[in-house]
């Protein structure tokens, strides 16, 4: 299109729409009153994918409160300011961040999920797993694992609940139940693996989705235990060899790296980033090795909770550190005042700002 022909006079409409595809979504959505198209760009798929594609990628990071059910959005750029997901009219906790929607489990009502858009403020309730009443030795009742895959290109997503059977008053045995709710069918999958492998806190807050697989890291952190969406088969991909044969006296955590797999271990005052750069070969790279000399006195008790190619961010009991890949700079950007009953990084969840919708 001529800039003749643009209703903007000098610039043309397409550049005009990429340069809103670059805004950040604050600003892309304080444009939508400058006229009818920039109003209803943020609904047309062509947009959405445009501003997934080319639209600021810089991790957001949530912070949950459990005791207080409130949440806080770190962001790099803006600072701390206060979340929200009241437009789901329940009292949830998030389980599982993926490509800007978020999977959250309703507080007062066992069993039920939500899959949202906080950015467009757009929701799902998820059908119930299972008719009957829920049991204790039902996965669905506090499953140990939640995962949530939304593919871009598809818009499809799936949520997956794992867990162990556990009869009361007994003991989990190896039956290892996983359901997998489709967004297109409506309708969950069952299966049953034996399994023995057992996870911490942080191994079920800590999950990925690449390659069409969810990721999750194991107590044993001797390998990364994979669904694969397409088969509902459990795989292991090993650990880097030198991960494996430092891990004792270390401490690794799973993180997602722009699409990809990748693992933090923290031995002493080192930080070692990994990626997973093949599937089928396990082929791991060493991305960064940091020095943790500047933050010493944290070294022992802080925990890497998300991460971009230029930035991590770092939780302790009551501060949120980022450091800069490139520039080798750390700073703290936000502190919790008073009494923290859960320590920051108890429930921190990467988020990137995207307009995906939930609904097809």
Not at 190 to 208: G, Y
Request: one cysteine or more; a positive charge; glycine letters at 6%.
């Amino acid at each position: 299109m001529s800039s003749s022909e643009s209703p903007y006079g000098v610039l043309p409409t397409d550049l005009v729409i990429q340069i809103l595809a670059r805004l950040p979504v604050y600003s892309l959505f304080r444009c939508r009153s400058v006229c009818k198209l920039w109003n209803r760009l943020p609904c047309e798929k062509h947009f959405v994918d445009l501003y997934f594609r080319i639209g600021p990628k810089g991790p957001i990071l949530l912070l949950e409160f459990p005791e207080s059910s409130a949440f806080l959005s770190v962001d790099r750029f803006r600072g701390v300011s206060a979340f929200s997901l009241g437009f789901v009219n329940d009292k949830v906790k998030i389980r599982a961040s993926c490509n800007g929607l978020l999977c959250c489990s309703s507080v007062r009502n066992r069993g039920v999920y939500y899959v949202c858009n906080p950015v467009t403020r757009e929701f799902r309730v998820l059908p119930r797993a299972r008719e009957r009443p829920l049991t204790r030795c039902q996965p669905e009742y506090e499953a140990t694992l939640v995962g949530l895959a939304f593919d871009p290109v598809s818009w499809k997503f799936n949520v997956v609940l794992a867990g162990f059977h556990r009869f009361f008053g007994h003991r989990p045995h190896g039956e290892f139940v996983c359901q997998v709710f489709d967004s297109e069918t409506n309708s969950w999958s069952r299966s049953v693996s034996l399994m023995h492998d057992e996870f911490t806190h942080m191994n079920r807050c800590q999950v990925v989705f690449s390659c069409g697989l969810l990721h999750w890291l194991t107590h044993s952190c001797s390998y990364v235990l994979a669904f694969d969406l397409k088969s509902g088969v459990w795989g292991k991909i090993l650990l880097p060899d030198e991960v494996l044969m430092t891990r004792s006296g270390s401490r690794v955590y799973l993180l997602e790296l722009e699409g990809s797999v990748s693992v933090v271990q923290i031995t002493g005052v080192w930080m070692s980033i990994w990626v997973l750069r093949n599937h089928d070969t396990e082929q791991w790279t060493l991305v960064d090795r940091v020095h943790l000399r500047c933050i010493s006195a944290f070294a022992a008790s802080i925990f890497p909770v998300s991460q971009s190619r230029d930035v991590i961010f770092m939780a302790t009991q009551k501060k949120i550190l980022i450091y800069n890949l490139k520039g080798k700079v750390w700073k703290e950007v936000y502190g919790a005042n008073g009494t923290v009953t859960y320590p920051l990084w108890f429930s921190a969840y990467g988020f990137r700002s995207t307009l995906f919708p939930c609904h097809l």
